[in-house]
Nanobody
Framework: QVQLAESGGGLVQAGDSLRLSCADS????????MAWFRQAPGKEREFVAI???????TYADSVKGRFTISRDNAKNTVYLQMNSLKPEDTAVYYC????????????????WGHGTPVTVSS
């Protein structure tokens, strides 16, 4: 069973950086694609980034060049390094996992964390 727990969110100013972490307490982390999604108030959940079990990555256009997703299979943890943060990055950030191939569709993911809030002030 996959259990995900995000951490690292907070209140920062525009231009600052944050690193989010997502720890997976399950036993199959290395075979899962891991993704980050976010949901801003009043908006639908949107794809941010994904890393496959082979560590290939894909990013949303809105974060490309600013965010970096990575994974440490020895620690069962996936990270999201967020640089040059903007007010429009304000959202609750969720970690998600699925076995095998990755996807940018939230409906394709069965396992979710509870989210960590990120607020970027201007």
């Amino acid at each position: 069973q996959v259990q995900l727990a995000e951490s690292g969110g907070g209140l920062v100013q525009a231009g600052d950086s944050l690193r989010l972490s997502c720890a997976d307490s399950g036993r199959t982390f290395s075979s899962h694609a891991m993704a980050w999604f976010r949901q801003a108030p009043g908006k639908e959940r949107e794809f941010v980034a994904i890393i496959s079990w082979r560590s290939s990555t894909t990013y949303a256009d809105s974060v490309k060049g600013r965010f970096t997703i990575s994974r440490d299979n020895a620690k069962n943890t996936v990270y999201l390094q967020m640089n040059s943060l903007k007010p429009e990055d304000t959202a609750v950030y969720y970690c998600a996992a699925r076995p095998g191939a990755g996807s940018m569709q939230s409906t394709d993911f069965e396992s979710w964390g509870h989210g960590t809030p990120v607020t970027v002030s201007s």
